[in-house]
């Protein structure tokens, strides 16, 4: 098993930043990639960025590319979601994921393990 707790939400201004935390534990030692995802009022969920777990290769939506950041730090077992310029359309909770068996980053089903989410919610 792995658990993952977020941390970090809250409410921001448009054009403000906030970063997200995950920390990870449990049997960590077949994770192929950690994730982040949202789900917005009325929508589905949808993938915002990915890291694998060795190496530096790191994944983003379209719609996050150049403003958020995903990096991982192993000496404190946590992985983080850096997000700037936020814009309203932000708005919705955001989940850490991770894959123990190297399915497809962006398709949420991939992912055998998630956290309990946290709100994100950006002012215009």
């Known amino acids: 098993q792995v658990q993952l707790v977020e941390s970090g939400g809250g409410v921001v201004q448009a054009g403000g930043s906030l970063r997200l935390s995950c920390a990870y534990s449990?049997?960590?030692?077949?994770?192929?990639?950690l994730g982040w995802f949202r789900r917005a009022p009325g929508k589905e969920r949808e993938f915002v960025a990915a890291a694998r777990w060795s190496g530096t290769s790191t994944y983003y939506a379209n719609s996050v590319q150049g403003r958020f950041t995903v990096s991982r730090t192993s000496a404190e077992n946590t992985v983080f979601l850096q997000m700037s310029s936020l814009k309203p359309e932000d708005t919705a909770v955001y989940y850490c994921?991770?894959?123990?068996?190297?399915?497809?980053?962006?398709?949420?089903?991939?992912?055998?393990?998630w956290g309990q989410g946290t709100q994100v919610t950006v002012s215009s």
């Open positions: 994921a991770a894959d123990k068996e190297l399915g497809t980053y962006t398709n949420a089903g991939s992912y055998d393990y």
């Open positions: 449990g049997h960590t030692f077949n994770i192929y990639t």
